[in-house]
């Protein structure tokens, strides 16, 4: 008889707990303190359906992840995905082999204060940059061949609940708010 493990389900009410790679082949999602990696989602019966997961992936309770836009083997960060967790933690995993390859603490005087990561997003424009934002309205951009990062606060009185990188401009990116707004933040000059 066949047998197959089952992963446990996500973790439930958060924005990105769940994302899926350009062309629908890994699904990805946050369980606990981990993260679920799915091969073959589209497969004909849950027998073809191969499973990753990467334990312990956060201290804390893992709360998003998003995968790295590009889509050439032959460029860096192609199969990497990156997550977030309560721990104030931004990490980037080397899918192939499950490791963590890169981590960012940005956010640890939010998390100090009481304020989570609610967003994160790679920029498509430049796929060497990820940025993430709390819910005190901190921006936080990494350039990751630097390894360094550049925080932003947006003035605008919101409480974001998500961030979204724009298609055509590597400066600009959206910021989803719990009243229903949607801020179009620049980077590059600080404003709204």
Known sequence: MDSMTLASTPNWFLNQVMTVNHDCSLFAYCV???IV??????????????YKTIRAAHKDRAAGCVFSPVTDPNKPF?????????DGSVRMWNLTNGKCVMVNNAHTKQIESGHKIVG?????TDPHVIVSVSD???VVRWAL?????????VRARVFPQC????????DVVAIGAKCAHVVIYSMKSGTY
């Open 78 to 86: 192609y199969k990497h995905l990156v997550s977030f967790g309560d």
């Open 37 to 50: 990696i799915m091969k073959n989602a589209y497969a004909a019966n849950a027998f073809g359906i191969e």
């Open 32 to 34: 606990r303190t981990d």
């Open 136 to 138: 005190n309205s901190v």
């Open 163 to 170: 961030i979204a990188a724009s298609p055509h401009d590597k």
């Open 145 to 153: 061949e630097a390894n360094s990062v550049k925080e932003f606060v």
């Open 120 to 124: 994160i997003d790679w920029l498509k």
